[in-house]
DNA sequence: TTGTACGCGTTATCAC
DNA sequence: GTGATAACGCGTACAA
């Protein structure tokens, strides 16, 4: 009883019994003597006794954990959807391991090698908006890691996929825009790469040209990262121009709020002069006057399903089942921001 | 070469050597031959052999994990300070896993359990609202696992801790609000048990007094959680009574928010009928109209700190020092929701 | 019904 | 300089 915990050799020493037979009792192993069994159980009880993880990992080859890699966690979207996560792990025999890339490809690079190195047994992914290449993806997968990708797509990767129809989000947006009397609708897009910015900016596209509106280049601009800050310079520039538009659908609720900003700076009247959407659904964007119209995002269970394929897929082993791609529908909540 | 990761084993069955000269060669034993350990290293290299982290791990019988206990994540305050400890520790020998008790005394139970279960090597936590006996924090110490409270203080334990002068942060704000003209300062309060709860209300009563203010039961009001909706009946209750306070010191931003939100609606100016201070500066609260004033607090270097703690710690061992209290200093940004 | 022996992958210790 | 051995804590095939 010294500092070391207790071990079942402790127990075994105890009782006169082989720590074998210990180890049966304490797993319910049919062919074990009732009363051999209780007393283990009840020293075991007593001692604290707390089988060695470890131990047990190294045995099993199995670390029975799940690294969830993510390009930050500051954001409300990504921390509900850690949160769906979590909550669909905890309740398993698996821990979570979360990684931060800060939308670096070369940090990403570095945690999913920490990760194969830890040996954890699967890997739920949303890659850094610089990520092109995937191949440290699909060196997990060499090693029998099952990696699970969520909310920005990695294409021609083939694995487990849950995303959100970014496409039809931006696209619902856009045509409400439109329906709304608006004219010249412009878009705060996502860093280039990304492919919710591809989608998002193809629903916008494609809303524009079902409405039988032009599209003006000059409406289009980028930004560069999804904090308030990147939001302003783009906004500024957009607004301060000769042929100002008069709808803005952005990228995200930061983004959108940037622009709320500088629209009110320019002296704007929002809806009147001009309409502003988002995307996400932040909880603070209702707050918000005029309150944000937004796309709305089921996060929560974006985290959960993605989550729950992973444990699947650990569960069935060996077995091949085909990959899923799940996507979820987002939905476009109208508010004051918009006429 | 099968399925199974190359272990020492197989390069020195490769190499006709024994696997204890291929872990000399590996870690670069002085006394081992310059061929043999280019030769190991060659082919290590070439069969892109890992060490084996839970071997290495049950030996050590330390799992270079470190635990970070948090109430929740979906904040910007909690998800920016563990931005700070993940910085910190992703330059380590460490890893960190990151648990959720969503402000549950029992769930956080369960997860010390499990991090004890784990063998995690320190532990970085910052306790439910409800927690009010912290025996489960000893029982970490009992286990040699050092524990590092952040932020929300634990009274009677004995621990590293990094906490923010809460205090001096709500005496400031009122402190301002009294010379700004405001005669009926009210308080929206956090729930009741919480350290930074009691500091910030303690901080409010003082600076009425100092301030020569009568202090008004009815002016005082608490709300259930963190979250935007959890202040808008308090905030109701508070602004639509008979005798209406002229300023506000909510708990947190969220909470200050939600008093803005109802004020308008009840048809107050701000700030001109009141002025509204929150807590924390989280980044979208200077977007808002009017702007919110606010107590910031250095969120990311309190958890940068908290790590750098835990890893002194961990590498003295065996030493005992003191335990450390570090105490940040908030500071108070005067926006336009207040006079 | 229970004990013995072995292996999971690695390193430290003791031989040679 | 290098090899054999033990040990970390546990589960299990095999033997009794």
Redesign the pocket.
Known sequence: MKK?????????RE?????????????N?????????EAVKELAQQLD????F???S????KSNTIGVVVPEITSHFFSAIITGIQDVIANSEYNIMICLTNESFEEEVVVIKKLLKMQVDGVLVSPASGTKEFDHFRALQKNGIPVVVFDRDCPGLEADKVLVDDYAGAFQAVEYLIKSGCKKIAHLGGPPNLSTTKHRLQGFLDALKSGNMSICEEHIAYVQGFSHEDGLEPAMTLLSSSNPPDAIFAMNDNIAISAMHVARKLGYNIPEDISIVGFDDEPHSSFFRPSLSTVWQPVYSLGMLSARIVLQRLKEDDVQRPFREEVFKPELVIRGSSR
């Open positions: 070391g915990r207790v071990t079942i050799t402790d127990i075994a009782l006169n019994i082989a720590p074998s037979t210990v180890s049966r009792a304490l797993n192993h049919p062919a074990i003597k009732k009363e051999t069994k006794y707390q089988p060695n470890l131990a047990l190294l045995l099993r080859k």
